[in-house]
């Protein structure tokens, strides 16, 4: 139960950020986009620990738990210091935007400054705004969830959590976002990587 929370909770965070900047910004997110969101996270992370149940059986076991804590361990350095390479895709990307289907330099600029999915600036977020939104805080989640599940892990415990926490980081981020009085950047990403560092070790012992 405490991996699938760790795991959870850790993939969880870039969500609860992204709500509160949009909090900040006056930028609504309608209960529609809230459950897209959701779902499309959700999925994600459910096909990653699906691919992951799959190689696993190929694999033996001692392996599987080495490459699971050296994933995690990774994914957990990387979340430390993913602020900085925000900073550096942020002021790497280009201005123009074209909103087509899979764009993914779109996504890749929404990964970086995650207000940008409200690309027609209207302060609310449409269903398609918030597809875009949802498979840029899924990239990560995809290389976390496989780590994961190459270890022992509930997975249905896991989908379960992340519904219900999903709705719960955006709400309450969008909440929190609205009490600020002036915009705030709030790096949270460290947290998610202490978390991943704690659960790959949970891996091994």
């Known amino acids: ?42 999925s994600f992370l459910g096909l990653s620990l699906l691919f992951g149940s799959i190689v696993k059986k190929f694999i033996p076991g001692n392996i599987t ?63 398609k705004e918030a597809f875009y939104l949802a498979v840029a805080l899924s990239l990560d989640s995809l290389a976390v969830g496989f780590g994961s599940s190459l270890g022992d892990i509930n997975y249905f415990q896991v989908i379960v959590l992340s519904l219900i926490c999903g709705i719960f980081s955006i709400w309450t981020g969008t909440f929190l976002g609205r009490k600020f009085a002036e915009k705030s950047k709030i790096d949270l990403s460290w947290l998610g990587g202490i978390m991943l560092i704690i659960l790959s070790v949970l891996k091994v012992i």
């Open 65 to 127: 738990s080495i490459i699971s804590f050296s994933i995690l361990l990774l994914l957990g350095i990387y979340y430390l210091f993913q602020g900085l390479v925000k900073n550096y895709i942020g002021k790497n990307s280009s201005k123009r935007v074209d909103l087509k289907l899979f764009n993914f330099r779109f996504i890749i600029d929404i990964y970086a400054d995650e207000t940008k999915a409200d690309i027609n600036n209207s302060k609310t977020l449409d269903p």
């Open 1 to 42: 139960m405490l991996e699938s929370i760790l795991l959870v909770l850790a993939v969880s965070l870039d969500a609860f950020v992204a709500s509160i900047a949009y909090g900040t910004n006056k930028i609504k997110v309608p209960f529609i986009s809230v459950t897209i969101i959701n779902i499309i996270c959700s």
